[in-house]
C-alpha cells in the first residue's frame, strides 16, 4: 500500500512517524516520572507540550531540508531519465540539484549515454532508411495526384486505411478527412453495403454510386476487395484541377483490434484530437472562440496532412488587448465560418477520439457553453497536458506550455506561439512524448491514466463525464 504512494509523501510520513514516536516516547517517560513523583501533574504537561512542539519542530524542519537536497533530486532525475529512456529526448540530467546524491547522478549520467551511444549507430540506419521510403512515399504521391482518380483502402471494419491527394479534396467537400474514420461517416452506408454484398458475383469489381452525407451529392464509384480483407474505393475525381496534397496512410489499421471500453483501451490505441483555440478574452461565460487548430494522434504519432485549421467569426469586434497576443483582428475573421460551422467541423474531425489541450477546462469550457449552437454534445474523453505533466514530473514541477514543451524538446517556432494550430501541434508532439513516459510509469490504459490525473484535482478539475 504504501509503496504505490509517491516518494516525496512517503518520506513525508517517515518524519511523521518519527516526530510522533518521539512525542509518545517522551510521553512515557514524563508520565512515568510523575507516577513515581508526589508532586502535581501541572510540569509534567508542561514540558511535554513544550517539548512535543520543539520535536514536531526539528522533524519537519528535517523534512523540508531532505525533501529540497534528496527527494526532489531524486524525482527530478528519474523524470530526466524517463525522459532519455522513453521519449528519446537527450535530457540533461539535473546534476547540479542532485549534487547532495554523490556519485548518483554523474553515475546514472554516465550509464545512460554510455547505453544511448550504443543504439546510435541502430538509429542512423533506421533514419537513413526512412528516408529512403519517404522519397519513395513522396514519388507515389506525385503520380496518384497526377491520376483523375480519387483512392480509398478500407480496412474490414469498414475504416479508412489511405487516402490520397484526389480522396482528401473529395471528403473535405463533405468533412475534414481523417483516417480510422469509418467510410460511412461521408457517405450513406446502403449503396456500400449493397455493393460489398454483390462483390463476390461480379468478378471483384462492382460499380456504385455514392450519395454524400449530409446534402445527398453523388459520386461515380468503384469497389474492389483486397486481398486479406478490406476493400478498395475508386472514385471518379474529374473536374477542376487539385492542388496536390500528402498520401496519407497508416496501414496498421488493417489489422483488426478488439473493440474494448474507453477506459480499458491501452493508451497507444487511442485516437487523439490535440486542439486549441484562440478568444476575444479569457472569459469562458462572455468571450468568444476566433481560431481553432486541431491535429490528431494516431498509433502514437501526429498523422501528417490532417489538420484542421480555421478562423471563426465571433460576430463581435476583436478586443485590441487580446489581438496584441494572438495577432488577429477583425479584418481576418471577416468571412469566416460562425462557431455553429466551425464547431461541428472541429466535432466531425474528433469523433470517436479524446480530445487534448493544455487548460482543458478553459477550450473546452467554450465549446460545451456553445453546444446548443452547434447542435452536437461534447461529451468525448478529455485529456489536459497540464495534468499529463504533473503525473510525469511531480506537482512542484512549472507546467505551462512553453516550459513543458521546453522539458520535452519539443520547439515552437516565435511564429507558431499563440496560433491556434501551432499551440495545437505543439500541445500534439508534448503528448507523443507524454505517453511513453506514462507507459514507463506503469500506465497503461486511458482509466489508469484518468485515476493518476484526478490526484492532481488541486491544479485542474477533470472534466471527463
Request: proline residues 6%; negative net charge; hydrophobic residues 45%.
Amino acid at each position: 500500500m504504501l509503496a504505490r504512494l509517491p516518494l516525496r509523501l512517503r518520506i513525508f510520513l517517515f518524519f511523521g512517524f518519527l516526530a510522533l514516536g518521539g512525542a509518545a516516547l517522551a510521553a512515557g517517560a514524563l508520565w512515568l516520572g510523575w507516577s513515581r513523583s508526589e508532586g502535581a501533574a501541572g510540569p509534567f504537561v508542561t514540558a511535554f507540550l513544550v517539548f512535543a512542539f520543539l520535536n514536531t519542530g526539528l522533524a519537519l524542519a528535517v523534512f523540508l531540508l531532505f525533501d529540497e537536497h534528496v527527494a526532489k533530486p531524486i524525482d527530478r532525475l528519474s523524470a530526466d531519465l524517463r525522459l532519455r529512456a522513453h521519449s528519446g529526448v537527450d535530457a540533461a540530467l539535473s546534476t547540479d540539484a542532485a549534487r547532495w546524491l554523490g556519485d548518483l547522478a554523474p553515475a546514472a549520467d554516465a550509464l545512460s549515454r554510455s547505453l544511448g551511444d550504443s543504439v546510435m549507430e541502430t538509429a542512423d540506419k533506421v533514419a537513413r532508411e526512412t528516408e529512403r521510403l519517404r522519397t519513395e512515399a513522396a514519388r507515389l504521391t506525385a503520380l496518384l495526384t497526377e491520376i483523375p482518380i480519387a483512392t480509398i483502402l478500407l480496412n474490414p471494419r469498414g475504416e479508412i486505411v489511405l487516402y490520397d491527394g484526389q480522396a482528401a479534396d473529395v471528403l473535405s467537400q463533405i468533412a475534414p478527412p481523417r483516417l480510422k474514420a469509418p467510410l460511412t461517416d461521408y457517405f450513406e452506408r446502403d449503396a456500400l453495403d449493397t455493393a460489398i454484398a454483390a462483390l463476390p458475383e461480379a468478378g471483384g469489381e462492382i460499380p456504385l454510386t455514392l450519395r454524400a452525407l449530409p446534402d445527398g451529392s453523388t459520386h461515380q464509384a468503384r469497389l474492389k476487395p483486397l486481398a486479406g480483407g478490406g476493400h478498395m474505393v475508386l472514385i471518379d475525381a474529374q473536374g477542376a484541377p487539385i492542388a496536390p496534397r500528402p498520401l496519407v496512410f497508416d496501414f496498421d489499421l488493417m489489422e483488426a483490434t478488439p473493440s474494448r471500453e474507453t477506459q480499458d483501451t491501452p493508451l497507444r490505441d487511442l485516437c487523439y484530437i490535440p486542439f486549441d483555440t484562440e478568444t476575444t478574452g479569457l472569459s469562458v461565460e462572455s468571450d468568444a472562440i476566433i481560431q481553432i487548430g486541431a491535429v490528431r494522434v494516431l498509433g502514437g504519432r501526429i498523422v501528417e496532412g490532417e489538420v484542421l485549421d480555421t478562423y471563426v467569426d465571433p460576430g463581435r469586434p476583436i478586443p485590441a488587448l487580446s489581438t496584441r497576443i494572438h495577432g488577429i483582428r477583425d479584418a481576418d475573421v471577416t468571412g469566416a465560418p460562425k462557431i455553429e460551422t466551425a464547431g461541428r467541423a472541429l466535432h466531425h474531425f474528433a469523433r470517436d477520439a479524446v480530445l487534448v489541450a493544455h487548460n482543458a477546462p478553459f477550450d473546452i469550457g467554450l465549446l460545451r457553453r456553445d453546444a446548443d449552437r452547434m447542435g452536437v454534445a461534447w461529451s468525448h474523453p478529455v485529456l489536459d497536458t497540464v495534468l499529463l505533466s504533473a503525473v510525469v514530473f511531480g506537482t512542484t514541477a512549472e507546467h505551462s506550455l512553453d516550459a513543458l514543451c521546453a522539458r520535452l524538446d519539443v520547439t515552437i517556432p516565435a511564429e507558431l506561439r499563440h496560433t491556434a494550430l501551432g499551440d495545437a501541434r505543439a500541445t500534439g508532439q508534448a503528448l507523443v512524448r507524454l505517453l511513453p513516459l506514462l507507459e514507463g510509469k506503469g500506465i497503461e490504459t486511458f482509466g489508469q491514466l484518468i485515476a493518476e490525473t484526478r490526484k492532481h484535482g488541486r491544479l485542474l478539475n477533470d472534466l471527463n463525464v
